[in-house]
């Protein structure tokens, strides 16, 4: 049997083995099994591939205490409605116990309707992968992606995940670094300078349309309308005032925030 063949009966097994428990049965593999970070499925890499990536994976992983994870399936649906529920099928249960909580970050692949999600598990897994981070992942493979180099795709994924892992034990969080006062006034006043101008343009367009050429008269009846001059006298008598309220009810906030992302490749 060959080692391509091997590698995909294990990754098989193990899912399958996640979902069991998953749904409830008490079997545990983790102390049987050895974890494995590429879990390709779907039998994208090459024996050689695969071997470089596995061991770059689990040098993030035993370096950051975050296990980096990158799975590609057949279909996602073998293992959940949606690419969120087969993410949280099966990252849980094939964690190593790395950190409090076992953390890690997941890259998920359904290759039946080229589906991919990027999701992140445990407190500080989530902490570290933010949604500017997320982003940073997707930029970083999706080319690769779409044009089906998957060896550099997962690279660059592993590369971006170092990246933000890095920043995270750092202390420094990967993530849009806040404008300063200074920038948000700036910015402000510039906007509203840009509007007023268009605004003004708008409003001198529109009374420069509507002027008419002047010409002197040379009669005076010239200046008076054709219908003749009319003079009326308006009065207007203040009487009451009528007034409605109704009280505006405060919208509630559920609070709730999810980490995970996904899209096409």
Known sequence: M????????????????????AFGMQT?????SQD????????????????????????LTELYQVAVYVVTLDDFRDYGSTMRDAAENICPDIL????????????????NERDYWIDDFGEYGS??????????????????????DWYAGF??????????LKAAAEGNVLDREPLSLGTRIARAYGIALVVGLIAAFIICSRMKAQMKSAR????????????GVKI??????????????????????????????????
Request: include cysteine.
């Open 232 to 265: 009326s006298v308006r009065e207007d008598r203040y009487i009451e005032t009528t007034r409605t309220q109704h009280k505006i009810e405060r919208s509630q906030s559920s609070g709730s925030t999810d980490s995970g992302g996904g899209g096409k490749f």
């Open 155 to 164: 690279a660059a994924f592993l590369d971006q995940s170092e990246v933000i």
């Open 216 to 227: 002197r008269a040379e009669a005076a009846e010239e200046y008076v309308a054709a219908s």
């Open 36 to 59: 494995i970070f590429i879990n390709d499925v779907s039998e994208l890499l090459t024996d050689t591939e695969w071997q470089t990536l596995e061991e770059r994976a689990k040098e």
């Open 2 to 21: 060959s080692k391509r063949m091997q590698r995909k009966i294990t990754s098989i097994t193990l899912l399958l083995l996640m979902l069991c428990m």
């Open 96 to 111: 190593p116990g790395y950190g409090e909580g076992g953390d890690a970050i997941l890259l998920l692949l359904s290759m």
């Open 28 to 32: 545990d593999v983790r102390a049987d």
């Open 127 to 148: 902490e570290a992968l933010t949604d500017y981070g997320r982003e940073s992942l997707e930029s970083a493979m999706l080319e690769h992606l779409k044009s089906n």
